[in-house]
């Protein structure tokens, strides 16, 4: 069954640092593009990183210098390090991958 599992938000003050996990199962993350995805409320989902089978990454211009995409061939999970949040990041972050949708997982910026 292929499925993809997130972790790792929560609340964090303006500033800080969080790091999401995206364990897969079913299939292997090194064979195919993975992504991150998040939405906030009231707008539209958008793509914030996106790493590809060779290993080149690519991000929104909103958090280009701030996150980090990586991928663990080991443990079959991708990351999203996410450092210097903003309030503005404050959204639901989803993991894509094989056309599947992880449940997601909340990331509040608040003070």
């Known amino acids: 069954q292929v499925q993809l599992v997130e972790s790792g938000g929560g609340l964090v003050q303006p500033g800080g640092s969080l790091r999401l996990s995206c364990a897969a199962s079913?299939?292997?993350?090194?064979?195919?593009?993975m992504s991150w995805y998040r939405q906030a409320p009231g707008k539209e989902r958008e793509l914030v990183a996106l790493i590809t089978t060779p290993g080149s990454t690519s991000y929104v211009d909103s958090v280009k210098g701030r996150f980090t995409i990586s991928r663990d061939n080991a443990k079959n999970t991708v990351y999203l390090q996410m450092n210097t949040l903003r309030p503005e990041d404050t959204a639901v972050y989803y993991c894509?991958?094989?056309?599947?949708w992880g449940q997601g997982t909340l990331v509040t910026v608040s003070s």
């Open positions: 894509r991958g094989k056309g599947v």
């Open positions: 079913g299939f292997t993350v090194s064979s195919y593009v």
